[in-house]
C-alpha cells in the first residue's frame, strides 16, 4: 500500500510543479524583455523614424514601424472581417439545417488554420506576383488578411454557436428575413464576443513575421498609400537583432518590449470583454 | 421597407454570404495547388527521392537536397514535443481533476498569455536566455562544445511555445470524459490518481495522442523563433548541440535571393508545398480522431 500512496504524491508534487512552471515560463520570458528593453525604451524611440545613421547606432525610433504594424493589421482585420463574418453568419443561420455541410466547413477551417504563416507568406508571394502587385503594405494587408480569418471565423463562430434557437426561431416566426435575423439579432447579440474574435485575431496579426517577411518590403518611412512598403514591429526586432552593432541590438531589444507591450494590452481587452459578455449573459 | 426591397436585400446578402463560403472551402486546394504549380519546376528537374534524401545542397549547381533540412526539422520538432509533453499533460490533468475553480480562473489568462505572446519575442528570450544557457552549462555537461545556437535551443523554445496549444486541447480532451465513469471507478474505492491513470488516460488516450499530433504540426511550422535560435547551418547534425536548419527556416532565410534563380524559387515553393503536406496530414489524423472521439462520447 505505501507504495501508492508514495506514487500519489510523487504525482502530486509533479504535477504542482508543472503548473507552477507555466507561471515561472510566462514570467521569465517577460521579465526578460522587460529588463532588457527597458533601459534603451524612451520617447524618442517611439516617436521618431530612423534617421541618417539609425543602423549605425545614430539617432531615430521605430515609429516606421510601430504604425506600419497597426496599418497591416488594421487592414487585414477589415479585409477577412468581409470573409469572417459572413462564413460564420452562414454556418448559424443559412445552413442552420445542415449540419452536415457546416461541420465539414469548420473541419476545413481547423486545417486553415493549423498551416503556418510561413506557408502563408509563401502562398501571398505567388498570389502578389500573379496579380502584378510589388512588395507593399497591400501584399501585406492580404496575406495577413487570409492568414488571420480562420482564428477570427473560429472566435466568432464559437459565440454564435451559443445564441439560444429560440431567440433566432422568434425572429424568423415574425417574419424576419435571414439577412435581417443575421445582422438585427445575430450581430447585435454577439458584438462583445465578435470584438474579442477581432482583438485575438489583432495580436496574431501583429506579431507574425512569417507571413510578411516576403510581401511588406521595408522602409524606413511611414507608409502613405497602400502600394508602398512598409515596415513592421517584428520585423524590426527581427532585423535590428541581428546587426552586429550593440546600440541597435539594444533597440531591438526595445521593440520586442513595446511589441510585448501591445500584445499585453490586447490580452487584458479580451479577457475583459469575454468576462463582460458572460456576465451579460448570465 | 416594402417586402420586395427586403427580400432583394436579403438574396444579394445570401449570394455575397454563398460566395464566401465557396472560397474559404477552396482555399486550402488554392493554396495546395498554387505551390504545387511553383513547384512543378524542381520537380521536373529532380526526382522526388533525390529532393528528400539527397543532402547535398547546392543550389548555384543546382543540387537541391532537402535531407539536412527535413533532419534538422525532425529533430526540433521531436526535442520540443518530448520537454512540453510531461508540462501538459501533468499540467492539464492537475487543472481539470485537482485544480480549484480559483486556480483555473487564476490559469487562464496565464494560458492565454503564452499562447498570445509573438513568435519574434520566444526567440528574443532564446538568444537571450536559452542560447547562453546550453553554451555555458548545458553543452558543456554533456561533454560538448556549443555555441549555443543549435537544435537543442530551438527545441526547447519551441516547447515553451507549444505548452498552452497543446494544454488547451488536453483540457478540452478530458472534459469530455464522462463524470459518471470517474465516480464509478472512485466507488469501487479507486484513489484520485488510480482513477485517473486506469480510467482518464486510458479513455482518453486516442485524443491526448491526437492533441501531441496538432502540436507536433504546429511545431513542424514554427518559423521565426526556432530561425533565431538555430542557428541555419546546412549539414545534417550530428549531435543535438550542433546548429541545424530547419524547413521554414530555409525558406524565410532565403527568399530575398531567390528570385534570380528560377530554380531556386522553384525549390523554396517546394520547401513550402512539403512543409504544408506535412502539416496538414497530421492535422486531418488528429482532428479525425478528436472528432470521432467526441462524437462516442
Same mark, same amino acid.
Not at chain 1, 57 to 67: D, H, M
Not at chain 2, 90 to 108: D, E, N, V
Not at chain 2, 279 to 290: D, G, K, L, M
Given at each position: 500500500?505505501?507504495?501508492?500512496?508514495?506514487?500519489?504524491?510523487?504525482?502530486?508534487?509533479?504535477?504542482?510543479? *508543472?503548473?507552477?512552471?507555466?507561471?515561472?515560463?510566462?514570467?521569465?520570458?517577460?521579465? *526578460?524583455?522587460?529588463?532588457?528593453?527597458?533601459?534603451?525604451?524612451?520617447?524618442?524611440?517611439?516617436?521618431?523614424?530612423?534617421?541618417?545613421?539609425?543602423?549605425?547606432?545614430?539617432?531615430?525610433?521605430?515609429?516606421?514601424?510601430?504604425?506600419? *504594424?497597426?496599418?497591416?493589421?488594421?487592414?487585414?482585420?477589415?479585409?477577412? &472581417?468581409?470573409?469572417?463574418?459572413?462564413?460564420?453568419?452562414?454556418?448559424?443561420?443559412?445552413?442552420?439545417?445542415?449540419?452536415?455541410?457546416?461541420?465539414?466547413?469548420?473541419?476545413? !477551417?481547423?486545417?486553415?488554420?493549423? #498551416?503556418? +504563416?510561413?506557408?502563408?507568406?509563401?502562398?501571398?508571394?505567388?498570389?502578389?506576383?500573379?496579380?502584378?502587385?510589388?512588395?507593399?503594405?497591400?501584399?501585406?494587408?492580404?496575406?495577413?488578411?487570409?492568414?488571420?480569418?480562420?482564428?477570427?471565423?473560429?472566435?466568432?463562430?464559437?459565440?454564435?454557436?451559443?445564441?439560444?434557437?429560440?431567440?433566432?426561431?422568434?425572429?424568423?416566426?415574425?417574419?424576419?428575413?435571414?439577412?435581417?435575423?443575421?445582422?438585427?439579432?445575430? $450581430?447585435?447579440?454577439?458584438?462583445?464576443?465578435?470584438?474579442?474574435?477581432?482583438?485575438?485575431?489583432?495580436?496574431?496579426?501583429?506579431?507574425?513575421?512569417?507571413?510578411?517577411?516576403?510581401?511588406?518590403?521595408?522602409?524606413?518611412?511611414?507608409?502613405?498609400?497602400?502600394?508602398?512598403?512598409?515596415?513592421?514591429?517584428?520585423?524590426? $526586432?527581427?532585423?535590428? &537583432?541581428?546587426?552586429?552593432?550593440?546600440?541597435?541590438?539594444?533597440?531591438?531589444?526595445?521593440?520586442?518590449?513595446?511589441?510585448?507591450?501591445?500584445?499585453?494590452?490586447?490580452?487584458?481587452? $479580451?479577457?475583459?470583454? +469575454?468576462?463582460?459578455?458572460?456576465?451579460?449573459?448570465? | 421597407?416594402?417586402?420586395?426591397?427586403?427580400? !432583394?436585400?436579403?438574396? /444579394?446578402?445570401? /449570394?455575397?454570404?454563398?460566395?464566401?463560403? %465557396?472560397?474559404?472551402?477552396?482555399?486550402?486546394?488554392?493554396?495546395?495547388?498554387?505551390? /504545387?504549380?511553383?513547384?512543378?519546376?524542381?520537380?521536373?528537374?529532380?526526382?522526388? *527521392?533525390?529532393?528528400?534524401?539527397?543532402?547535398?545542397?547546392?543550389?548555384?549547381?543546382?543540387?537541391?537536397?532537402?535531407?539536412?533540412?527535413?533532419?534538422?526539422?525532425?529533430?526540433?520538432?521531436?526535442?520540443?514535443?518530448? %520537454?512540453?509533453?510531461?508540462?501538459?499533460?501533468?499540467?492539464?490533468?492537475?487543472?481539470?481533476?485537482?485544480?480549484?475553480?480559483?486556480?483555473?480562473?487564476?490559469?487562464?489568462?496565464?494560458?492565454?498569455? /503564452?499562447?498570445?505572446?509573438?513568435?519574434?519575442?520566444?526567440?528574443?528570450?532564446?538568444?537571450?536566455?536559452?542560447?547562453?544557457?546550453?553554451?555555458?552549462?548545458?553543452?558543456?555537461?554533456?561533454?560538448?562544445?556549443?555555441?549555443?545556437?543549435?537544435?537543442?535551443?530551438?527545441?526547447?523554445?519551441?516547447?515553451?511555445?507549444?505548452?498552452?496549444?497543446?494544454?488547451?486541447?488536453?483540457?478540452?480532451?478530458?472534459?469530455?470524459?464522462?463524470?459518471? &465513469?470517474?465516480?464509478?471507478? !472512485?466507488?469501487?474505492?479507486? +484513489?484520485?490518481?488510480?482513477?485517473?491513470?486506469?480510467?482518464? !488516460?486510458?479513455?482518453?488516450?486516442?485524443?491526448?495522442?491526437?492533441?501531441?499530433?496538432?502540436?507536433?504540426?504546429?511545431?513542424?511550422?514554427?518559423?521565426?523563433?526556432?530561425?533565431?535560435?538555430?542557428?541555419?547551418?546546412?549539414?545534417?547534425?550530428?549531435?543535438?548541440?550542433?546548429?541545424?536548419?530547419?524547413?521554414?527556416?530555409?525558406?524565410?532565410?532565403?527568399?530575398?535571393?531567390?528570385?534570380?534563380?528560377?530554380?531556386?524559387?522553384?525549390?523554396?515553393?517546394?520547401?513550402?508545398?512539403?512543409?504544408?503536406?506535412?502539416?496538414?496530414?497530421?492535422?486531418? #489524423? +488528429?482532428?479525425?480522431?478528436?472528432?470521432?472521439?467526441?462524437?462516442?462520447?
Amino acid at each position: 500500500m505505501w507504495w501508492r500512496k508514495l506514487e500519489e504524491k510523487i504525482i502530486y508534487l509533479l504535477m504542482v510543479i *508543472s503548473v507552477a512552471s507555466l507561471v515561472i515560463l510566462l514570467l521569465a520570458v517577460l521579465t *526578460s524583455i522587460f529588463v532588457k528593453g527597458a533601459p534603451y525604451l524612451s520617447w524618442e524611440m517611439v516617436s521618431q523614424t530612423p534617421k541618417g545613421g539609425y543602423y549605425f547606432g545614430r539617432e531615430g525610433g521605430v515609429l516606421n514601424a510601430i504604425v506600419g *504594424s497597426l496599418y497591416l493589421s488594421l487592414g487585414a482585420i477589415l479585409l477577412s &472581417l468581409a470573409f469572417s463574418l459572413p462564413l460564420s453568419l452562414a454556418m448559424n443561420i443559412h445552413l442552420r439545417a445542415r449540419p452536415k455541410i457546416v461541420n465539414r466547413i469548420r473541419f476545413v !477551417l481547423d486545417i486553415l488554420w493549423g #498551416i503556418p +504563416s510561413i506557408v502563408y507568406g509563401a502562398f501571398g508571394f505567388t498570389l502578389m506576383i500573379y496579380l502584378g502587385i510589388k512588395a507593399s503594405l497591400l501584399a501585406g494587408i492580404i496575406t495577413v488578411g487570409i492568414f488571420i480569418m480562420p482564428i477570427m471565423v473560429r472566435g466568432m463562430d464559437e459565440v454564435m454557436k451559443n445564441v439560444p434557437v429560440s431567440l433566432i426561431e422568434s425572429a424568423f416566426s415574425l417574419g424576419s428575413t435571414r439577412m435581417e435575423v443575421a445582422f438585427k439579432v445575430m $450581430v447585435r447579440q454577439t458584438i462583445p464576443g465578435i470584438a474579442t474574435a477581432i482583438l485575438l485575431a489583432f495580436g496574431r496579426g501583429i506579431g507574425d513575421v512569417a507571413s510578411v517577411l516576403f510581401t511588406t518590403g521595408y522602409t524606413d518611412n511611414v507608409p502613405t498609400s497602400l502600394t508602398q512598403q512598409t515596415a513592421t514591429l517584428p520585423l524590426a $526586432v527581427f532585423f535590428q &537583432l541581428g546587426s552586429p552593432i550593440p546600440e541597435v541590438q539594444n533597440r531591438a531589444y526595445a521593440s520586442a518590449l513595446i511589441l510585448t507591450v501591445i500584445i499585453l494590452v490586447i490580452s487584458i481587452a $479580451v479577457r475583459f470583454l +469575454s468576462n463582460k459578455y458572460y456576465s451579460n449573459r448570465h | 421597407m416594402n417586402y420586395k426591397t427586403r427580400k !432583394l436585400k436579403d438574396q /444579394l446578402v445570401s /449570394l455575397w454570404i454563398r460566395f464566401m463560403v %465557396l472560397l474559404v472551402v477552396a482555399l486550402p486546394l488554392i493554396i495546395a495547388f498554387s505551390l /504545387l504549380y511553383k513547384s512543378w519546376l524542381i520537380l521536373g528537374h529532380s526526382s522526388l *527521392s533525390e529532393l528528400l534524401f539527397s543532402s547535398v545542397w547546392r543550389p548555384l549547381a543546382g543540387e537541391f537536397g532537402f535531407f539536412p533540412f527535413i533532419v534538422s526539422s525532425v529533430w526540433v520538432t521531436f526535442i520540443g514535443l518530448i %520537454l512540453t509533453t510531461p508540462i501538459c499533460l501533468f499540467s492539464a490533468i492537475f487543472l481539470t481533476y485537482y485544480g480549484s475553480r480559483h486556480l483555473l480562473r487564476f490559469m487562464q489568462p496565464v494560458i492565454d498569455i /503564452l499562447a498570445g505572446i509573438p513568435s519574434v519575442i520566444y526567440g528574443v528570450w532564446g538568444i537571450l536566455v536559452i542560447v547562453p544557457a546550453i553554451g555555458k552549462y548545458l553543452a558543456p555537461m554533456f561533454g560538448y562544445e556549443s555555441s549555443g545556437f543549435s537544435i537543442m535551443a530551438g527545441g526547447i523554445v519551441l516547447s515553451v511555445m507549444l505548452i498552452p496549444f497543446i494544454l488547451n486541447i488536453l483540457i478540452e480532451i478530458f472534459r469530455t470524459v464522462h463524470q459518471d &465513469l470517474f465516480d464509478a471507478s !472512485l466507488s469501487l474505492g479507486a +484513489s484520485k490518481w488510480q482513477t485517473i491513470k486506469h480510467v482518464v !488516460l486510458r479513455k482518453s488516450f486516442a485524443g491526448i495522442v491526437s492533441a501531441f499530433g496538432l502540436g507536433l504540426s504546429r511545431a513542424f511550422g514554427e518559423t521565426i523563433a526556432v530561425l533565431m535560435v538555430v542557428g541555419n547551418v546546412v549539414g545534417v547534425p550530428e549531435n543535438l548541440f550542433q546548429p541545424g536548419y530547419p524547413l521554414p527556416a530555409l525558406i524565410a532565410n532565403n527568399y530575398g535571393e531567390m528570385l534570380s534563380i528560377p530554380m531556386f524559387d522553384s525549390a523554396l515553393m517546394f520547401a513550402a508545398l512539403l512543409l504544408m503536406v506535412v502539416v496538414v496530414v497530421f492535422n486531418i #489524423i +488528429s482532428r479525425r480522431t478528436i472528432i470521432y472521439l467526441e462524437s462516442k462520447h
